[in-house]
């Protein structure tokens, strides 16, 4: 099994800036694809960033210049450096994965951390 652990949330100003971490673990043989998803009260859960094992990103327009996804392959964990936050950008933070765990495809989901950006 593979666990995904997300932190780094919290309570942050607008024009603020918080970097979350997803720290993967368990039988991993590859990651390909790492991302963060967000769900909002009242909204669907929506991708903000995702980065590939080759080092591919997109993004969400609505976070595009504003939040940079990364990816440390050695300690299995992904970050969201998120800047200039708005209140809009308050939500639940996912961290998901596409992982291979002995030679099977799968995805793994945290647990979720709050962001809450308010004055």
């Known amino acids: 099994q593979v666990q995904l652990v997300e932190s780094g949330g919290g309570l942050v100003q607008p024009g603020g800036s918080l970097r979350l971490s997803c720290a993967a673990s368990?039988?991993?043989?590859?990651?390909?694809?790492m991302g963060w998803y967000r769900q909002a009260p009242g909204k669907q859960r929506e991708l903000v960033a995702r980065?590939?094992?080759?080092?591919?990103?997109n993004y969400a327009d609505s976070v595009k210049g504003r939040f940079t996804i990364t990816r440390d392959d050695a300690r299995n964990t992904a970050y969201l450096q998120m800047n200039s936050l708005k209140p809009e950008d308050t939500a639940v933070y996912f961290c998901?994965?596409?992982?291979?765990?002995?030679?099977?495809?799968?995805?793994?989901w945290g647990q979720g951390t709050q962001v809450t950006v308010s004055s």
């Open positions: 998901g994965a596409d992982v291979y765990s002995d030679a099977s495809l799968g995805k793994s």
């Open positions: 980065i590939t094992r080759g080092g591919s990103k």
């Open positions: 368990g039988s991993i043989s590859s990651i390909i694809t």
